[in-house]
């Protein structure tokens, strides 16, 4: 990437940011709507995430990153949600700028591990993650829709 990326941990939530997410939800997801200021509140204001969002150039919005840290019995553990860098930033190092940020975030906060779930059909975003160094799990993921 020509340009630099710089990746912040959002701390308030602007105008800017509520348009960003209006723009790259639905990249991310045809079947959920993008948040709102109040719902981007909540999520800034949760003690157990950390929004990130990547930007190029003239500073602009390109990327999103949410990671989500919790003690367990076993230690804590960190998950990383809703990756999404915007077409035309893709393929330019902003999803790995935004995973390496949440990775350094994980360590801080002393977890064990980082995990992540990615669709097959997301090819260039598994091959990322693996020359990141993540590794698939043999496990099943399930999900029960409380919605239902």
């Not at 348009?19 to 639905?26: E, G, H, K, W, Y």
Request: net charge negative; with cysteine; proline share 5%.
């Amino acid at each position: 990437m020509s340009e630099a990326t710089r990746v912040d941990a959002v701390e308030q939530v602007t105008s800017e940011l509520v348009d960003a997410f209006a723009r790259l939800i639905p990249q991310l997801s045809k079947s959920s709507p993008p948040p709102d200021a109040a719902a981007l509140e909540a999520l800034v204001a949760a003690p157990a995430c950390t929004l990130f969002v990547a930007r190029v150039g003239d500073g602009a919005i390109v990327g999103s990153l949410t990671l989500a840290t919790f003690p367990i019995p076993t230690g804590t553990r960190a998950w990383i949600e809703d990756v999404v860098v915007d077409d035309a930033a893709r393929g330019a190092g902003v999803g790995a700028a935004l995973t390496q940020a949440a990775l350094g975030r994980a360590r801080e906060v002393g977890a064990k591990t980082v995990d992540l779930t990615s669709r097959p059909s997301r090819e260039a975003a598994n091959r990322l993650y693996q020359r990141l160094g993540f590794e698939a799990r043999e496990t099943n993921v399930y999900r029960y829709d409380l919605q239902r």
